[in-house]
């Protein structure tokens, strides 16, 4: 009988042992986009699954109205997500929250027209098919240039398509312009011309970052994994940040994430200087997490509805931010 019960016992601890392996290894997909950014050599090395206890599996999507269908459906618990389809989603009542900031878009994502389209100014896109991703960043920051500019939609074809669609159309001559990211927007500029950044359309009213959004509900049952991930996040960006002379072509960490996404390291360490990437602190200040990521949701939001992308805006998008997970990863 004893060796009976001490057989159960150890088959029961072995059990418990496996359940808990299980439990710190369960499988999370986390959606990304594919552009390069610090995050992805960290993923590449580990530090990410090391950091949450997650078996992660990287899921890429095209668009943010692709993420926000995912997570309204449950299939994804956690992604990246740009501002506009952060506010547009958060407009539709999707269940998720902005909890960590990636980055603020600067070059990384531009307008470039086609070589021989015969576009040299603003007012030569006119009659012009111009392509972009519906829903996303680089389509919010499209109708800014064209409000700048004092172009509507009956002065130029607005044609929705995925980064690959419009490589493809552009090595075709389909398409006169396209507004996208990296790293399409590189091998459209090997024939085509940069005509404005992003960025600068942000310094003119019409700011966009990619943010990253989680599951209410998946973030209060999984807070410390949660916040493992925000330190291997706030990491990585503030040592690019800090030493990004060092994130040359010829580094680890560049090289990782030339291969992930299946791109020269040369590119990638020209490319990642296209955005800005913000740290612990800084993820938590009144700039980000601390009110304005809030304020750009909600003028974001009143920019769609009167363009006619959402039926309507909310007063305040302050329930959709988050910062005490990031508060919790940089305290001492």
């Known amino acids: 009988m004893k060796n009976l019960i001490k057989t159960l016992l150890i088959g029961a601890g072995l059990s418990l042992a496996l359940g808990n392996s299980a439990w710190a290894q369960k499988k999370v997909i986390v959606g990304n986009f594919g552009d390069p950014a610090p995050f992805e050599a960290a993923a590449a ?33 956690i992604s990246e997500l740009g501002s506009v389809p952060l506010a ?30 015969g576009i040299d100014k603003p007012a030569d896109l006119k009659g012009k098919k111009i392509a972009v991703p519906v829903g ?65 359309v942000g310094k003119a009213g019409y700011p966009t970052f990619n943010g990253w959004v989680v599951n209410t509900k998946f973030a209060q049952e999984n807070r410390a994994g949660l916040i493992g991930f925000i ?4 990491e990585i960006n503030e040592d690019y940040t800090k030493n990004t002379s ?21 590119e990638i360490a020209v490319d990642l200087g296209g955005a800005t990437y913000p740290g612990g602190n ?22 769609l509805k009167s363009v006619g992308r959402i039926n309507a805006a909310a007063d305040s ?16």
Do not use: C
């Open 282 to 303: 800084e993820q938590i200040s009144a700039e980000w997490l601390g009110g304005g990521a809030a304020k750009f949701m909600k003028s974001t939001a009143d920019f």
């Open 231 to 234: 330190k291997v996040m706030n």
């Open 88 to 117: 547009a989603g958060a407009s539709q009542g999707v269940d998720y929250q902005l909890f960590l900031i990636g980055k603020a878009i600067g070059a990384s994502e531009s307008l470039i027209v086609r070589n021989g389209a």
């Open 136 to 200: 996303s960043t680089a389509h919010f920051s499209l109708m800014g240039a064209l409000k700048m500019w004092n172009l509507g939609d009956k002065d130029v074809q607005v044609i929705g398509m995925s980064p690959p669609e419009i490589s493809a159309a552009w090595s075709q001559n389909a398409v006169d312009a396209a507004f996208v990211w990296e790293p399409v927007q590189s091998k459209l500029r090997a024939n085509g011309k940069l005509m404005i950044t992003a960025g600068e």
């Open 246 to 266: 060092k994130w040359t072509a010829d580094s680890a960490q560049v090289k990782a994430i030339a291969a992930r996404l299946g791109t020269t390291p040369a």
């Open 317 to 332: 998008y302050a329930k959709y931010v988050n910062a005490e997970y990031a508060k919790a990863a940089v305290a001492k």
């Open 45 to 77: 090395d580990g530090r990410f699954k090391k950091a949450t206890g997650w078996d992660i599996e990287w899921r890429k999507f095209n668009s943010g109205a692709e993420v926000n269908a995912a997570m309204a459906s449950g299939a994804i618990v």
